[in-house]
């Protein structure tokens, strides 16, 4: 049985999993001038594309392992869509496979397909249609390159110890961006080791724009100044696409 702070992070992230008129839950839709959308949060930055999901910061020993897990059983594919990918992808460091595991084996109703994919695994499962019949893989960060999880198709990414890709242009973090996922998820009891530009890498794999993809070209300077509420990030977000949000956003919710 979950704890009541457990409870309520488990609330939290399916509320987030749960889109509302087609736009991801607290964000309203900016059109472009191409005739397609991006999306403006309240905590002033848009996605290029409906991905769902984000930041789960909690104190070591909270749970954050046993509120993830609660997730995938809350929120498992639905019924009527039986071609909707199935699986949950956990990114993790090396050192903490076998905790996952544990967890995994403890906690889970006995008919969970899991897999940890370790570098034995990645050879007996070298496609993505072999990994497509679990219901959760756990893989580490040193071996995403390259790895068929890169090709499969997932209900749900979850990085676990995220800061671990708060660089953008490493190997890992490249290799975590490409993850195909609708919902993708950080954990992490210390997202920022230094300073808010830790964030950069964690939001890139989060699909998180306009932290997302070439927007990363930006200087730090400009990247932690949207990060800071106030009207002139709405202005900022309005300036590169164009157009007026369909929502109006007061400036205490910008």
Known sequence: ???????????????????????PKDFARLPTPGGHSVYYGRTAFCL?????GGFLMQEMGIGKTVEALALVLANPRPLDDP???LGTLVVCPTTLLANWKSEIEKLMPRRTRWLVLNSAAKKAHDTPSKLSRYHVVVTSYTLLSGSPALKAKWRRV???????VKEVYTVQARAAEQIIAPFRWALSGTPMPKDVGDLKGQLNVLQTFPFYG???GDSSNRFEARLLPGPGNKAWAESRWGGESEGKLSEGEA
């Open 1 to 23: 049985e979950l704890r009541p702070v457990q409870q309520r992070a488990l609330a939290f992230m399916l509320s987030h999993e749960r889109d509302v008129d087609g736009a």
């Open 48 to 52: 290029r594309r409906p991905a769902s």
């Open 83 to 85: 071609d909707a990918p």
């Open 158 to 164: 979850i990085f676990d110890e995220s800061q671990t």
């Open 214 to 216: 070439s927007a990363l």
